[in-house]
C-alpha cells in the first residue's frame, strides 16, 4: 500500500486543520489505518487509529480535539484536528496495518506502510 498524505501548513493555536492520506489501495478491508506524529528532538507517537469496521482510538491528549474517520470507497483515510496547541507541532504520518487486527493499533511497530508526512505549525 502507498499511502500520500497531504493538509498540513500553519495554523494559530485554537484553529482547526484537515490532514487527508489517499491510500493507493485498500484490497484488504481489514486494514488498520493510523495517525502518527514526530516533533523535532522526540519520537514518533500515536495520534489516532482506526479500523475498517470503525473502531476508533486516540492519544488521550487529541481525545476530544481530533477526529479520525476512514472513506473505504476513496481509499482515503482523514484526520480534523480541532482547538490545535502548540504543543500539536510536529511532522504527522499516516500509516497502514494489514494485520487483519479488528483492533485499532498504537504500535508502529504493527504498520508496514507509511506515507511521506505533512507538516504540522500551530503558533501560539
Known amino acids: 500500500v502507498q499511502l500520500q498524505a497531504s493538509g498540513g501548513g500553519l495554523a494559530q493555536a485554537g484553529n482547526a486543520l484537515r490532514l487527508s492520506c489517499a491510500a493507493s489501495?485498500?484490497?484488504?478491508?481489514?486494514?488498520?489505518l493510523g495517525w502518527f506524529r514526530q516533533a523535532p528532538g522526540k519520537e514518533r507517537e500515536f495520534v489516532a487509529a482506526?479500523?475498517?469496521?470503525?473502531?476508533?482510538i486516540y492519544k488521550d491528549s487529541v481525545e476530544g480535539r481530533f477526529t479520525i474517520s476512514r472513506h473505504n470507497a476513496l481509499n482515503t483515510v482523514y484526520l480534523q484536528m480541532n482547538m490545535l496547541k502548540p504543543e500539536d507541532t510536529a511532522i504527522y504520518y499516516c500509516a497502514a496495518s494489514k494485520s487483519g487486527s479488528d483492533r485499532p493499533l498504537r504500535s508502529p511497530a504493527l504498520y508496514g506502510s507509511w506515507g511521506q508526512g505533512t507538516l504540522v505549525t500551530v503558533s501560539s
Open positions: 489501495e485498500l484490497t484488504d478491508t481489514r486494514t488498520v
Open positions: 482506526i479500523t475498517s469496521g470503525g473502531k476508533i
